[in-house]
């Protein structure tokens, strides 16, 4: 084909026409190259922001009428991680037992003689504690959203604190966080994204104006 119709970068002509050569050893990145590939990563509102912003000054969506709409997208914990405000409470107090173990382990040999697995050990259950606390910190809000003669009865995970169970699409409930999207009507363009742990649509509209 001629490059009349269809020109080409000479770039692209270069590795179009040159003899092809085999690789010699492995292929390095320079200091200098690496420094260019470093970028700031974008928050998702800061992504969704900047597309919106180049569809709308191509003129290919517009903001005119947008549509909302909830998705329950099952979360990564499981039903039996879900427990009581009293065996909560008792794992912080095991979770604390064993970093402060570990720790005394750890305090007992001699610099530089901890192993990894031991590091590794103490890294897990201090993880583990985080997990704990911050479902401790969900179940006051857990129990402040029930009514007082129903509160004994609320659960939180201690694998994934702000998970709430909710009705799926198929009837059943499982763990899982309520994905708000709102939409052009014309054109279908997703314009914002919210996640929520509520498991109601009711009075999502409002955040993703």
Known sequence: MSDTLFPMPSVERAAVTAPAE??????RLERADRQQLRFEPLSVDEMLSE??????HAQVVDLKRVAEDGLRVRASAGASSFRRRETVEGCLAEAQAQVAALKREAEAHPEGAVTKSAKARERAAR????RVRQALEEMRQVEAAKKEQERAKA????????ARVMKMGDGGFRP???????ATTAGQA???VSVTNSGSDMGQMPPMV
Do not use: F, H, K
């Open 155 to 162: 659960r939180v995970s201690t694998t994934d604190a702000e």
């Open 22 to 27: 085999p690789l010699r050893g492995e292929p």
């Open 51 to 56: 597309s919106v912003a180049v569809l709308l």
């Open 190 to 192: 997703i314009v914002a």
């Open 127 to 130: 993880m583990r504690e985080d």
């Open 176 to 182: 899982a966080y309520n994905v708000q999207l709102a």
